[in-house]
């Protein structure tokens, strides 16, 4: 249920309806926007439905959430979240590009790239320390040794870290080094997991689920969302169709759609939707056109050399050309790089 305050309410108005609310064990999230305070009352519907909440003062109108998702419904808020990393906002009118390997490979190879995507402008590098491999005997990923050099070059560079979390019991480690945690496809419903970063201070980059629907989608940022994590940034890598000239499908029309029914920001991962480096560039224009607020993309110096995902990542110099061209489209929606 959404309650609409008065623009004149007073602050015991509001008072007065969180005690009611919680009083039948539902739980009040109240946002304050420009304009309009709005609560949100989350919990049995059942429940819900039995108190006159349109009968307390302050209270300009009531009306139900149809959605099954409610927190990350743009119904409950109307206006975009705007995710800040230490200065550097996502969902904002800049489009965030975060780029690196897929894996974490040695301190130098990593070194050489963030040198190499920095002069695209760029503020966030990823790299992946732990990796979900279809193989069991592919190579895993460096753990806590990949952290740390990722930690190293933000040291050197100023770049902001993006690595993805597969496991709850890491939580404690990746967020020692991580400025956003990933939670990656194969984990979108991993709903213990979910609830874990949903306790963290982090934001959280979720994506999407190799055969997730939207609302699936959307219920997993919701489980996140429901513990009080609010940095939810939501990310289109491409679904599995029947389609096998492209290792994924991308679902472009995910990304307006996604602006429709959410206050999330929401990116693209061009590489892993396409797995050839070669439709990059093209897709990600695509993506920056259809309103995305960043892009993941992957990046390797040699990626002929590269432990996992040579065939999808760009070399910097292509990598460089993407951005430039990627900017005039920004600009053309009037966004910019
Ligand atoms: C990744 O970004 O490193 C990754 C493994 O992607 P996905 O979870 O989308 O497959
Ligand atoms: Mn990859």
Request: glycine share 8%; charged share 25%; aromatic share 6%.
């Amino acid at each position: 249920m959404i309650i609409v305050m008065r623009p004149n309410y007073e602050e015991e108005d509001l008072v007065r309806i969180v005690q009611r609310l919680e009083d039948m064990n539902l739980r009040a999230h109240i946002s304050k926007g420009e304009h309009r305070t709005i609560v949100g009352a989350i919990g049995d519907e059942r429940i819900l439905a039995e108190i006159p909440m349109e009968s307390f003062p302050g209270v300009e109108r009531v009306f139900p959430i149809l959605k099954p998702y409610k927190l990350v419904s743009r119904e409950f808020k109307p206006e975009n979240t705007v995710v800040n990393v230490d200065g550097f906002e996502i969902g904002g009118p800049q489009i965030q590009i975060i780029a690196g390997p897929c894996a974490v490979e040695s301190r130098e190879v990593l070194e050489e790239i963030a040198e190499a995507i920095v002069p695209a402008g760029v503020h966030f590098l990823r790299g992946g320390a732990f990796k979900p491999r279809t193989s069991p005997y592919a190579f895993q990923g460096w753990g806590e040794k990949g952290l740390k050099y990722l930690a190293g070059v933000r040291e050197k560079t100023g770049l902001k870290v993006v690595t993805e979390l597969m496991d709850p019991r890491d939580i404690v480690l990746v967020c020692k080094y991580a400025d956003i945690v990933q939670i990656g496809t194969r984990n979108m419903q991993n709903f213990r997991l979910l609830t874990e970063v949903g306790n963290i201070d982090k934001p959280v980059i979720l994506k999407r689920g190799l055969c997730a629907t939207i609302k699936e989608f959307l219920m997993s940022a919701e489980y996140i969302m429901a513990q009080g994590n609010e940095k939810v940034i939501l990310c289109e890598r491409g679904i599995r169709t029947f389609e096998s000239e492209t290792r994924n499908t991308l679902d472009i029309s995910a990304v307006p759609l996604l602006k429709q029914l959410t206050h999330l920001p929401v990116i693209v991962d061009p590489s892993h939707a396409v797995g050839r480096a070669d439709l990059v560039t093209a897709v990600s224009k695509a993506a920056v056109a259809a309103g995305a607020d960043g892009l993941l993309v992957e990046v390797h110096v040699r990626p002929e050399e590269a432990m996992s995902d040579g065939p999808q990542s760009l070399r910097p110099e292509v990598f460089l050309s993407m951005v430039q061209q990627c900017r005039r489209v920004a600009e053309a929606v009037d966004r910019f790089i």
